[in-house]
């Protein structure tokens, strides 16, 4: 499985951005992806997650309630709407997939098997 992400950039504080991450591969569909995300100096940690089907999503607690994942089935592309952003949500922003076919959306980061490249999200106050 391939990832690519895009729809990082530069947003004052309060903007919105939306991440894409775009999967190929044979048996994509079939694989729950997530959002992680690593400042400088700072351990990677997860951000958002969705199962295979869309129907089981997970977010951190400094995200909920601003950030929505989702997933196009058709496209094997999944969504990081991102809303309401903080100076704390700069970050390169991975997406990872992982979870064939589980019910529940995963959380931590070595339950993925694929990771994409990063996009820089800076977000300034």
């Known amino acids: 499985v391939q990832l690519q992400a895009c729809g990082g950039g530069l947003v004052q504080a309060g903007g919105s951005l939306r991440l894409s991450c775009a999967a190929s591969?044979?048996?994509?569909?079939?694989?729950?992806m997530g959002w992680f995300r690593q400042a400088p100096g700072k351990e990677r940690e997860f951000v958002s997650a969705?199962?295979?089907?869309?129907?089981?999503?997970a977010y951190a607690d400094s995200v909920k309630g601003r950030f929505t994942i989702s997933r196009h089935t058709g496209k094997n592309t999944v969504y990081l709407q991102m809303n309401s952003l903080k100076p704390e949500d700069t970050a390169v922003y991975y997406c990872a997939a992982g979870g064939i076919l589980e019910a529940e959306a995963a959380s931590r980061d070595y339950e993925y098997d694929y990771w994409g490249q990063g996009t820089q999200v800076t977000v300034s106050s």
């Open positions: 591969g044979r048996t994509s569909s079939t694989y729950g």
């Open positions: 969705i199962n295979w089907s869309g129907g089981s999503t």
